[in-house]
């Protein structure tokens, strides 16, 4: 069974940094594609980073661009996500996201459970 596990969460002073990780299982993991995404309360949930199977290629929202690094280890079926600098609009969950087909919604978006990242004094 398709499994995505966030992790790496917490609470950060502003200007601090935390690494998220995303442990995969149920696939073959290096044929993917992976995404971070993030959502805060009353807010749509929004791209933060792509980077596709191999690694070799990432993209960014504007808002994170220069202070995230999206990458992955395909040999421990691992994405993560480097936030550095970090800001208190920032704060959100923060989900995973795998290219599968979901049968439930008709679509090819797969999600974590998310792990809460807040940035605050």
């Known amino acids: 069974q398709v499994q995505l596990v966030e992790s790496g969460g917490g609470l950060v002073q502003p200007g601090g940094s935390l690494r998220l990780s995303c442990a995969a299982s149920?696939?073959?993991?290096?044929?993917?594609?992976m995404s971070w995404y993030r959502q805060a309360p009353g807010k749509e949930r929004e791209l933060v980073a792509n980077?596709?199977?191999?690694?070799?290629?990432?993209n960014y929202a504007d808002s994170v661009k220069g202070r995230f690094t999206i990458s992955r280890d395909n040999a421990k079926n691992t994405v993560y996500l480097q936030m550095d600098s970090l800001k208190p609009e920032d704060t959100a969950v923060y989900y995973c996201?795998?290219?599968?087909?979901?049968?439930?919604?008709?679509?090819?978006?797969?999600w974590g459970q998310g792990t809460q990242v807040t940035v605050s004094s």
């Open positions: 149920g696939f073959t993991f290096s044929l993917y594609a």
């Open positions: 980077i596709n199977h191999s690694g070799g290629s990432t």
């Open positions: 996201n795998a290219p599968l087909w979901v049968e439930t919604t008709q679509e090819y978006y797969y």
